[in-house]
């Protein structure tokens, strides 16, 4: 028994030391260990809905404003739909939105971000002024604008509209960072090597930002999820589509507050809630990867 429990530990140790040193960093990390656990527990929602919610989020399958039972776990909505299906199925379209939204946004920041950092000249002065400009007209307003002149808001719409309007802060970070590296000794040396600019950036600068970037990039999909639900909560998104936005919009327009039908927006608002600490955790446990002196404050 002492043989097959030192067999199974020096296995255990073996497959320890297989792990890529970054993911051996992340497991030892409990903040980026809890947040993607959570985050891992949402897409597996999202993945087996038919299996967890067999009943359709828009079907009809009890009396209106059921509160919580044994039959409807999360109650029913004033249409008489059950919650907790909408809730299985929500998470699909609400991370989906959030994360292609995100990766979008961050393509494009990282695109003009660090061209305008190396390239410099006018170059430099072209796109920084359409950051500027981006930068200064308030977000949440623009955004609200522009879907309200669409015909037939979506997630696709939503999608299209967040990533065209919330890359420039993005952009302004990682130039400034190519900024500073952009005369760095290995940039240098990469130059008199006759390296061409698109090698330097991709395998020279790019990688020394990978924290910044990935950073952003984690930023920047809590965001669009954030701003997803806000729109789709004052009804500037599909109502016919299903995620936690919607669940909050009808909730609203039902006025579940008004009659105590607590079941139908705490759930989704907790879920989004607990994506966004999920997030927020993957971000400070790479922060203190990349930097151990904040993991050691």
């Known amino acids: 028994m002492a043989n097959k429990g030192a067999k199974g530990s020096g ?3 073996r497959l320890w030391l297989s792990l890529p040193g970054w993911a051996r960093s992340i497991i030892n990390n409990k903040k980026a260990l809890t947040g993607i656990l959570i985050l891992a527990f949402f897409f597996l929602v999202a993945l087996l809905a038919p299996l967890l919610a067999p009943t359709a989020p828009q079907r009809m399958v009890g009396r209106p404003h059921d509160p919580p039972s044994e039959q409807y776990a999360f109650g029913t909505t004033r249409q008489g739909q059950d919650v907790y299906a909408q809730m299985v199925y929500g998470a699909g379209g609400s991370l989906r939105v959030g994360f292609i939204t995100g990766t979008v946004i961050i393509v494009i920041a990282v695109a003009i ?20 400009i981006f930068l200064v007209v308030a977000g949440l307003p623009l955004i609200i604008v522009v879907a309200s002149m669409i ?46 600019t698109w090698r330097i950036i991709v395998v020279e600068i790019l990688p020394n930002m990978t924290s910044l970037v990935v950073s952003a990039w984690i930023g920047a999909v809590l965001y669009a999820i954030l701003a997803q639900a806000g729109l789709e909560f004052i009804g500037l998104g599909d109502p016919n589509s ?38 927020t955790l993957i971000n400070y446990g790479i922060d203190e990867i990349t930097n151990p002196r904040l993991s050691s404050s």
């Open 151 to 196: 015909e037939r808001p979506g997630p696709d719409t939503i999608i299209i509209v967040l990533s065209l309007t919330s890359w420039a802060w993005g952009a302004r970070v990682l130039r400034s960072q190519t900024l500073s590296l952009r005369n760095s000794e290995f940039v240098e040396a990469a130059r008199v090597s006759g390296e061409p």
């Open 113 to 132: 971000g660090i061209t305008a950092g190396f390239v410099g000249g006018a170059t430099d002065e072209a796109l920084s002024l359409i950051a500027n």
């Open 11 to 13: 296995l255990s140790f």
């Open 242 to 279: 299903v995620t936690w936005g919607t669940i909050l919009y009808w909730a609203q327009n039902n006025q579940a507050l008004l009659t105590g039908a607590w079941w139908t927006f705490v759930p989704p608002g907790l879920a989004i809630a607990a994506v966004g600490l999920s997030l």
